[in-house]
């Protein structure tokens, strides 16, 4: 096939373009640079089946010319900030949702009809169930970020619908491995960087949280869009246990060698909208033949292999 | 208190409006008359509380002076046109859901916190527990307003987690009575006017659907501003029964005093994102103390009364 991977250069967006490429398929690159690494493309360059567009989703003109010819859409670039949405509250909007639309309607216009698109749990808000089936009760949206993924769910969807398209939309934890470029495991890596004894920690610790690695993610979407047929598939994905901040603070501690005081700023969520307990149950995907290789614990170890080996990735800004 | 009433020209705003300006209330109301009707505001302009600005919830300058000094917003206006929502997939877009995101942040920047919007059964797609409740399993959308209008519900309900909003989301069913001006009712009632001898009707004439009388909905939502006391307050509008297109067609057809010969499409659903049953659990509405007055059949005969004192309605495009 012809994909077309928005979001390209991203820490997802460019695993996935690297093993679409591996499997013989076409690429078009698609990202506009605001957090994706021209480096993270480096593999996919040097192959004649890649093309990368320079590029922003809310620019439909380079949206139209990157369309022509593909027959999949794989619409992972996001703003994908949901600690600091509350700071810049049309971004989301933005990025998110409205950029999605356009998606969907350059795709109408170019007559293509199959896309992937990464949702997340946070659109489970604060959810009542554990672990979180795709069918829990309606939630109620407490972040701009899941309210924005939200709505370009509900956007596909009623594409589905209206258009004939099919859908394939993914409810991710928060994803780990190599690439990895924002999150707790960063923050806490370059805390303990900078001063080894000691650590802030947004909220308690006891925020339970669900992470899977990158390329079982990928494993994943891979499958699903070979098995799950239906219009629109829903499909929940994480790992099959969960772990408290506070794990995930001792094994970045064992394997760095320290002994930080850890100073928490208290409360049960580390910011606003953030979510105390996020475990979904994928057994949806897993009944199409899916399970993940990593447990938790060795995606955040692998995490921290890629940033010992890529200092620059602590040169970003947090 | 100071209203803002956005769609104050419309069907349901202007009659909200004059129960607000009855209440001793003053209201700002605010409509860029693409549906609204300046005649449904004939009494509201005799009165000193009220003040009118016509202008478009996308033009932000506008929006912002008529927020000033205002102490709640009644957020009515919305493309309500569900059937021809694929013919133009990015208005309900701009006009449910990026509208949406304009008067939040309107409201933001004014220091104004307290909102009810008006959202609809239509975002649980096609239920499948009846009566729906508002914690229904999480749907998959089918149409585009559906989609625009959760879109909505999610930016409100983050904005009440993200800078302290009360919220009151109303998913009504279809609203009827006077003023009543695009619908099944007046689809049916032109055509019997037109030609009293047959009837085009869409879908199999068993699609089943409530209804609710325009003051039993407004009763509502001013009881519910007082009595629904969370951040964000979900309810679930409707009557406590259902009808068939069936039994509304013999409703009309008695009491215009015709026999059409029904000349039915065909299919369980009138269009696109027609939902073939729809029937909302009113519990948490009603436990606040609130019932409907007007059963279905009679709030329909009451649509009849208006169209009938009121011709000019048939003159506006279907």
């Known amino acids: 096939m012809k994909a077309l991977v928005t ?7 460019s695993h996935l373009t690297d093993r679409l490429l591996a499997a013989g398929h076409e690429v078009i ?3 506009n640079f605001s957090s994706g690494a021209p480096e993270f493309l480096e593999a996919a360059r040097r192959c004649p089946a890649f093309r990368l567009v320079e590029g922003d989703l809310l620019d439909t003109g380079v949206l139209a010319r990157a369309l022509a010819g593909v027959d999949f859409v794989f619409h992972l ?11 810049h509250p049309r971004k989301d909007l933005e990025h998110n949702t409205i950029a999605t639309s356009n998606v969907l309607e350059g795709m109408r216009a170019h007559g293509v009809r199959r896309i992937v698109f990464s949702s ?8 009542e169930v554990f672990p979180t089936p795709e069918s829990a009760p309606f939630p109620v949206q407490t972040s701009l970020y899941g309210a924005s ?6 956007l596909i969807s009623a594409y589905s619908a209206a258009y004939g398209f099919q859908a394939w939309i993914f409810r991710f934890v928060s994803i780990l491995g190599e690439r990895y470029t924002h999150g707790h495991v960063l923050d806490f890596y370059r805390q303990l960087r900078a001063h080894p004894d000691r650590l802030d920690v947004l ?4 925020q339970r949280k669900s992470y899977l690695y990158v390329q079982d993610c990928l494993d994943a979407i891979l499958l699903a869009i070979e098995k799950a047929a239906e219009p629109v598939n829903i499909l929940n994905l994480g790992a099959g246990e969960y772990c408290e901040v506070n794990d995930s603070i001792r094994w970045i501690s064992e394997r760095l060698g320290v002994s930080p005081e ?3 700023a208290g409360g049960a969520r580390g910011w606003v909208g953030d979510s ?3 475990f979904l149950d994928c057994s949806r995907m897993r009944a199409l033949g899916w399970k993940p290789h990593l447990t938790i614990r060795e995606g955040i170890l692998r995490t921290l292999d890629f940033l010992e080996r890529n200092p620059r990735i602590l040169e970003k800004r947090p």
């Not at 979001?7 to 967006?13: K, N, Q, R, W």
């Not at 670039?77 to 700071?87: I, K, L, Q, S, T």
């Not at 997340?120 to 959810?127: D, K, L, M, W």
């Open 203 to 206: 909220g308690d610790g006891h």
């Open 149 to 154: 993924k939200l709505a370009a769910e509900g």
């Open 29 to 31: 690159g698609f990202d």
């Open 262 to 264: 850890l100073r928490y």
């Open 77 to 87: 670039a996001a703003n994908a900030d949901v600690r600091h949405g509350p700071e």
């Open 276 to 278: 105390p307990w996020i």
């Open 7 to 13: 979001g390209s250069a991203g820490f997802i967006g």
């Open 120 to 127: 997340t749990g946070s659109v489970y808000g604060e959810a």
